[in-house]
């Protein structure tokens, strides 16, 4: 995060100010149009008082209706002049607000889409939508909008206070004495709306998250009937964020009103001053009026530019969040001279791997492994012994700590990403679909694919019965997250996206735990398709599943304890042994449970 502090360095304000800026450079036509549109508006705006004074001393004092409709002429010229500036610069305005907001976004997404899993692990889903839709939103109602007021408001002020100045020297005086008073207030509430504008995103944020995570997890909150629980968990969230904003206006109610009292202290000041002036017969009424008119257009420009403060103060917390993923270092990146990496045979080699999530704490230790090509090997082992990890260091997800990895001799880091990842296929245990139907979530294996590509894939699968079965057959839609399918039936869809890529080397994770006898024989039967010609790697967790694998490899505490065949290690009886000793044991107990309680249930 930005930490804000002051010494020789520059402040975080500007920091952040000029990042902004810079960000607008490629929409130069459109400031200068802008900047035009407001010079021509403030001209015209001036013009308004003097005529108006104009108009009484001269004309209608003196009952000069000829010369009283040649001003009003002029007044209406300036004033169509006026809107027409005014229009073409709240377009453009417009314009730029949304083309920046939507190119950042786009910016932001991008840096997300191709961040590594270790930036995912540490950042909360709930906090980068945040960022990509609230905080950007903020950015564009609170700075974009603000910053060409400021312009306009500044122009404003420089021409009112010359017009004043050739009107009345003394009167002028008078009205700029409010000046330093309303900017020392601006200045004492600045740091307070600073402060008060970030607890407000970072509340905002936590609310985003709870939202997320109750919606996403709402069927285990609901089997488990903790929704009360989670309720009140997003109330407390929801009711820290409306104590953050509360403490925001309650800055608003006192800071407002404060500016507006001191301008119209200024304003009765005048008017005094002035009726004393003309009542001496030292000061003309036309003049007077607009003296009086051109101090109006003084302090709206002056509370406009106090109120930019808290306009500020919400970008400057907004863009923080926005820099602060913009600017985040993506520790997995291909080298500058990377290469293009062709279809592989599927030769993997592991040499001294050694991976760390925290730094000294050791995941994977000294990892040696040679995976030859077409070889289908098993890795296996307890819980957090690393299996999982082992895999995505091999599409480079993570960067190993020490040692490398190669494919076909090759070291995958000298390799585009893009090109690495083509060769390998990954069917998680818990499939995630995407919203569209099944032939779109299929099609993601291969965007290019035709509809009768993926349709052969899964013919050859066996799952094409299956899915002419379901409502629209391959039209149906998935639903968020393809809730609307089963965990076997979203798996058996992960699997035809895996063939439809056509890779070299396929990594399972185990997906028959938890389905029914006959998706677990369309599972099984699409794994004896999908490792045709392939070099395989399967994550099992249930070791029976291990047993015909080329290879069987144990992990234990993040080193290899021992590999081998089935046969080889049950012989050896060493950590493979207990491990699936035990496991049998535990499936035998579980059966005899289940067969013992649908004896009672059947008898009773």
Not at 286 to 293: D, R
Not at 337 to 348: Q, Y
Not at 500 to 518: C, N, R, T
Request: hydrophobic residues 45%; aromatic residues 10%; charged residues 20%.
């Amino acid at each position: 995060m930005w930490r804000y502090g002051g010494g020789k360095t520059e402040t975080p304000a500007s920091i952040l100010l000029r990042k902004l800026l810079k960000h607008m450079l490629p929409y130069k036509f459109a400031m200068f149009v802008i900047i035009t549109c407001i010079i021509v508006s403030s001209v015209t705006n001036l013009f308004s008082p003097y005529l108006l004074g104009l108009a009484i001393d001269n004309y209608i004092m003196v009952g000069d209706m000829n010369g009283l409709l040649r001003i009003s002429a002029l007044y209406l010229l300036a004033m169509v002049g006026n809107w027409v500036a005014m229009a073409v610069q709240g377009y453009a305005v417009s314009w730029i607000g949304q083309r920046l907001i939507y190119d950042l976004r786009n910016k932001l997404m991008e840096k997300i889409m191709f961040q590594s899993f270790k930036y995912h692990d540490y950042k909360r889903a709930g906090d980068l939508i945040s960022t990509v839709i609230n905080d950007t939103s903020i950015l564009r109602e609170s700075f974009i909008s603000g910053i060409f007021h400021i312009v306009s408001d500044v122009f404003s002020l420089i021409g009112v206070i010359i017009a004043m100045y050739l009107l009345n020297v003394p009167l002028t005086l008078v009205t700029l004495l409010t000046l330093p008073v309303m900017l020392l207030i601006a200045y004492v509430f600045s740091r307070k709306f600073r402060q008060a504008y970030r607890r407000t995103r970072e509340k905002i944020a936590e609310v985003t998250v709870r939202v997320q995570e109750s919606i996403s997890g709402i069927r285990v909150i609901q089997a488990f009937g903790r929704e009360e629980d989670s309720q009140a968990r997003f109330q407390m969230s929801a009711t820290e964020q409306f104590e953050a904003q509360l403490q925001a206006g309650k800055l608003m109610a006192i800071f407002w009103p404060t500016v507006s009292f001191i301008g119209n202290i200024g304003t009765i000041v005048v008017l005094l001053y002035g009726g004393f002036l003309s009542a001496q017969g030292r000061l003309e009424v036309g003049v007077l009026v607009a003296f009086l008119a051109y101090v109006t257009r003084f302090m709206n420009p002056i509370m406009q530019l106090t109120n930019f403060y808290d306009m500020l103060q919400a970008a400057l917390a907004a863009s923080d969040r926005i820099f602060n993923v913009l600017e985040s270092e993506v520790d997995v990146k291909d080298a500058p001279d990377a290469i293009e990496l062709p279809r592989v045979k599927g030769d993997i080699k592991y040499e001294n791997v050694w991976f760390e999530y925290v730094k000294g704490i050791p995941v994977l230790k000294n990892i040696n492994l040679h995976i030859k090509p077409g070889e289908k090997i098993a890795i296996v082992g307890p819980t957090g012994s690393g299996k999982t990890t082992l895999v995505y260091l091999l599409a480079r997800f993570y960067d190993v700590t020490s040692g490398s990895i190669s494919i076909d001799g090759i070291d995958i880091r000298k390799v585009k990403q893009e090109s690495l990842r083509k060769q390998i296929a990954f069917v998680p245990q818990d499939t995630f679909l995407f919203r569209g139907t099944i032939m779109d979530n299929i099609r993601i294996g291969k965007p290019d694919a035709t509809d009768d590509e993926v349709i052969d894939v899964c013919k050859r699968l066996g799952i094409h019965e299956f899915i002419m079965r379901l409502p629209k057959g391959y039209d149906t839609d998935a639903g968020e997250a393809g809730r609307k399918l089963s965990t076997g039936e979203r798996q058996l869809i992960s699997f035809a996206r895996a063939m439809l890529k056509d890779p070299p080397i396929l990594v399972l994770d185990e997906a028959l735990s938890a389905v029914d006898p006959k998706t677990e024989y369309m599972i099984k039967y699409a794994i004896r398709k999908l490792l045709e010609n392939r070099t395989a790697i399967i994550i099992a967790h249930r070791l029976t599943l291990a047993r015909d694998w080329d290879r069987i490899i144990v992990l234990h505490n993040g080193v290899i304890e021992e590999e081998g065949t089935h046969e080889e290690l049950m012989r050896r009886q060493g950590f493979y042994y207990k491990l699936y000793t035990t496991q049998i044991s535990e499936e035998i107990v579980v059966e005899a449970v289940g067969r013992d309680g649908a004896g009672r249930n059947s008898s009773s």
